[in-house]
T-cell receptor
Framework: GAGVSQSPSNKVTEKGKDVELRCDPI?????LYWYRQSLGQGLEFLIY????????KSGLPSDRFSAERTGGSVSTLTIQRTQQEDSAVYLC?????????????FGDGTRLSIL | AQTVTQSQPEMSVQEAETVTLSCTYD???????LFWYKQPPSRQMILVIR??????QNATENRFSVNFQKAAKSFSLKISDSQLGDAAMYFC?????????????FGKGTSLLVTP
């Protein structure tokens, strides 16, 4: 597709379960970002990938959160032992390069609800 | 970390009128980039306009323009001839040129309502 694709669109799971969120960036984009959008909190940065490596993981809120990117393309964000405070919209963005000027193109996000 | 503040949680404008959304930020850097993103109910963040801090000329994109006041650390968005399709959440964002990866640092957003 032409844009950033995220799946699933919505995910409802029980507290304590593990979840995987997927992001398929725009073809050829080397930089990939994950953000979390909580109600009333705006967007917060989670992690940045350049190619398959993650030089900036500073936004990951706890060790229950991890992410990987393979083949310089698809990325997976994994949340282990989910808690209710993990409920949020998780947005993925990609850009052609990791430079500061290039726009980040966002997907539609995954709405995660923890029961 | 840089702080981005959007002091107006909600704004309302009549169709065809002009509205200004405010944004201030806190930074010690001299060079950086500023962005306005729009998020309609579909959740997808759409880039509206961007500004380089070292450029004094305000950026303009059709009906959208900014008033960038570097000394005051202010970056407001003006929407002219408002249309119903402009209704959305608007986020101001800061991007450092020094931080690795250049992640966006967002404000909490302003919800814009456009009335007929």
């Amino acid at each position: 597709g032409a844009g950033v694709s995220q799946s699933p669109s919505n995910k409802v799971t029980e507290k304590g379960k593990d979840v995987e969120l997927r992001c398929d960036p725009i073809s050829g984009h080397t930089a990939l970002y994950w953000y979390r959008q909580s109600l009333g909190q705006g967007l917060e940065f989670l992690i940045y990938f350049q190619g398959n490596s993650a030089p900036d993981k500073s936004g990951l809120p706890s060790d229950r959160f991890s992410a990987e990117r393979t083949g310089g393309s698809v990325s997976t964000l994994t949340i282990q032992r989910t808690q209710q405070e993990d409920s949020a919209v998780y947005l993925c963005a990609s850009s052609l390069e990791g430079g500061p000027w290039g726009p980040q193109h966002f997907g539609d996000g995954t709405r995660l609800s923890i029961l | 970390a840089q702080t981005v503040t959007q002091s107006q949680p909600e704004m309302s404008v009549q169709e065809a009128e002009t509205v200004t959304l405010s944004c201030t930020y806190d930074t010690s850097e001299s060079d950086y980039y500023l962005f306005w993103y729009k998020q309609p109910p579909s959740r997808q963040m759409i880039l509206v306009i961007r500004q380089e801090a070292y450029k004094q000329q305000n950026a303009t994109e059709n009906r959208f323009s900014v008033n960038f006041q570097k000394a005051a650390k202010s970056f407001s968005l003006k929407i002219s001839d408002s249309q119903l399709g402009d209704a959305a959440m608007y986020f101001c964002a800061y991007r450092s040129v020094e931080a690795s990866g250049y992640a966006l640092n967002f404000g909490k957003g302003t919800s814009l309502l456009v009335t007929p």
